[in-house]
């Protein structure tokens, strides 16, 4: 299995400018998640899914679009980008996700950069 | 919503010494208590998580963190630390109570081992 993957592992943007993460994985995980990390504030939480066909919102959404068409693949995309939106960006999935306890699965991550 | 303290931002602690990390959150009737840690470039994996029962749990690299509910806390420890352990420690909670898919991380302690 090569788990949760991520392209790409970095990227610079220009202000304004979309773009989308791309995030995949092999476990027939049902739910999937995106986290941003910044200096000193830990993960939170931008957008997460329960299911194909099934996304919400979570701490952070604003400025973030994601869909869930296929069980494995979760993209997010940036309509258009902000220099705010600099940061390193996780995916994780796990089967039935934090309701249950489940264990979270996190890809290498994404560094990102607006200019 | 659940909120996860971590009073301590940077631990540095010589080797083979004991480290605790400590870990405090909001008050509920039923959580899920999480330890991540995230080695230098790379994703966060799972160190241990509490879900039920015996309120101390090891994980198997000799770390191990206890469940007080009296003191909403869930510190981690390990009795004799090794270079090896040099990365950053996420602790975070899911409420399953309140029925939220939601993942909450802390701010991140960082643990700096010292030949």
């Known amino acids: 299995n090569a788990g949760v993957t991520q392209t790409p592992k970095f990227q610079v943007l220009k202000t304004g400018q979309s773009m989308t993460l791309q995030c995949a994985q092999d476990?027939?995980?049902?739910?999937m998640s995106w986290y941003r990390q910044d200096p000193g504030m830990g993960l939170r939480l931008i957008h997460y899914s329960v299911g194909a066909g099934i996304t919400d919102q979570g701490e952070v959404p604003n400025g973030y679009n994601v869909s869930r068409s296929t069980t494995e693949d979760f993209p997010l995309r940036l309509l258009s980008a902000a220099p705010s939106q600099t940061s390193v960006y996780f995916c994780?999935?796990?089967?039935?996700?934090?309701?249950?306890?489940?264990?979270?699965?996190f890809g290498p991550g994404t560094r990102l950069t607006v200019l | 919503a659940q909120s996860v303290t971590q009073l301590d931002s940077q631990v540095p602690v010589f080797e083979e010494a004991p480290v605790e990390l400590r870990c405090n959150y909001s008050?509920?009737?039923?959580?899920?208590l999480f330890w991540y840690v995230q080695y230098p470039n790379q994703g966060l994996q799972l160190l241990l998580k509490?879900?039920?029962?015996?309120?101390l749990v090891e994980s198997i690299n000799g770390f191990e963190a206890e469940f007080n509910k009296s003191q909403t806390s869930f510190h981690l420890r390990k009795p004799s630390v090794h270079i090896s352990d040099t990365a950053e420690y996420f602790c975070a909670v899911s409420d399953p109570g309140a029925g939220s898919y939601q993942l909450t991380f802390g701010k991140g302690t960082k643990l700096s081992v010292i030949p």
């Open positions: 509490y879900l039920s029962g015996s309120t």
């Open positions: 008050s509920s009737v039923s959580v899920y």
């Open positions: 994780a999935s796990s089967y039935s996700g934090p309701l249950v306890g489940d264990t979270q699965y």
């Open positions: 476990m027939n995980h049902e739910y």
